[in-house]
């Protein structure tokens, strides 16, 4: 839905300087992640071991459905990605290359623990900075970037509110939700009664 109201009406949105990530660059690093990890980076701390094409959402390149073709750190500012947790509770993350800052927002706070959240945050506190990094096309790059992010914020605090946003959002993107007549035929309710 994000992603087809920016292509409409980008100016709805605070900046341009933003993309939308599919579900499945979440899910590539919660798989790949342990190899990413035992991968000896060199003295500089890159050269760990990448999964196929994730430099590829660093350019704007993937998903292939809503190429933005806007590199992150140089056209990017704002990432935002759904994740999946468990296969069982869906997430959102905002995330900040200029903050180097990373929100959370879970509409249901109870189906994930803080500690849980940890473990599933630790692959974008890890990744993203050093995609910034590895990915970049030259050395003046990646000097303006660091192989850490901060802390994330938990939103437990926002979750019924952003779920009411959620709902009216949703029914506004319906086609003329607002002008649909009455087609029960209410007037004829009674006809069958005794």
Known sequence: MLRKRY????????????????????????????????????QNGSGRRLSGGVCYYYAGIIPSFCQSNKVWGTNIDVIYAPVNYADTHWIAMWISIPKRHIVVFDSICSSISPEELDVVMEHFLYIVPYLLIECASSDEQRAQYSLKFSKKDF??????????KMVVDIFQELLDAHEFKNKDNDANLGAYEG
């Open 155 to 164: 939103a437990k605090a926002n979750g019924k509110t952003m779920r009411d």
């Open 7 to 42: 292509d409409a009406n980008p100016q709805h949105f605070r900046s341009e300087r933003m993309c939308f990530l599919d579900h499945l660059f979440a899910q590539q690093w919660r798989f790949n992640f342990k190899d990413f990890k035992e991968t000896e980076p060199d």
